[in-house]
């Protein structure tokens, strides 16, 4: 199956900082990506749409400001949690579909990030 | 809008038996994808199998199958001959045809007991 790349897979940060996760889908394009947030033991709550070459489409209740999303390459989107605070420390996961046609999404390893 | 519901939190069966994770969606939609996921502690999303909306047949891969029933919304997940690397979050997922967001249930927490 299609692979997606998700770096870093764990990552600590000091609150007030930003952080960068990268989204790679490593042999196939996607036009779309998504993130999702996954806090303990409970499902992967979709944050946003990531679209290639034009602006993220975000849910309702997600800071715009606070989870940058950019997606400046077929193979690449990169979220970035600005100003992390402690209640930012979660499970995030990517994923991408191929092409049209394809019917399954395939998702990163995630990335835990913890806010210090 | 539609969801999906997945009413048994947590399961745990012995080994080698067979045990049938619980999934109801809700959609207006006559055409669809039925997915479930497979969350082992590593914490990375696997499919586990797909169902599309229009193919009557349940879909099989080797030692999981579904349920599926159109009619009553309801796509169940039997896995046979349970093995402890079965051990994991079970999703159950819908998606659309045309929209690329997928729709996942609260999950099953499924234990294998040796």
């Known amino acids: 199956g299609a692979v997606v790349s998700q770096h870093p897979s764990r990552v600590i940060c000091k609150s007030g900082t930003s952080v960068k996760i990268e989204c790679r889908s490593l042999?196939?394009?996607?036009?779309?990506m998504f993130w999702y947030r996954q806090f303990p033991k409970k499902s992967l709550m979709l944050m946003a749409t990531?679209?290639?070459?034009?602006?993220?489409?975000?849910e309702q209740g997600v800071e715009k400001d606070k989870f940058l999303i950019n997606h400046a390459s077929l193979t690449l989107s990169t979220l970035t949690v600005t100003s992390a605070h402690p209640e930012d420390s979660s499970f995030y996961i990517c994923s991408a579909r191929p092409g049209q046609g394809g019917t399954e999404a395939f998702f990163g390893q995630g990335t835990r990030l913890t806010v210090v | 809008a539609q969801t999906v519901t997945q009413s048994q939190p947590e399961m745990s069966v012995q080994e080698a038996e067979t045990v049938t994770l619980s999934c109801t969606y809700d959609?207006?939609?006559?055409?669809?994808?039925l997915f479930w996921y497979k969350q082992p502690p590593s914490r990375q999303m696997i499919l586990v199998i797909r169902q599309e909306a229009y193919k009557q047949q349940n879909a099989t891969e080797n030692r999981f199958s579904v349920n599926f029933q159109k009619a009553a919304k309801s796509f169940s997940l039997k896995i046979s001959d349970s093995q402890l690397g079965d051990t994991a979050m079970y999703f159950c997922?819908?998606?659309?045809?045309?929209?690329?967001?997928?729709?996942f249930g609260k999950g099953t927490r499924l234990h294998i007991l040796p």
């Open positions: 990531s679209n290639e070459g034009s602006k993220a489409t975000y």
């Open positions: 997922a819908f998606r659309r045809p045309n929209d690329d967001k997928i729709i």
């Open positions: 959609t207006s939609e006559n055409n669809y994808y």
């Open positions: 042999d196939f394009q996607a036009t779309t």
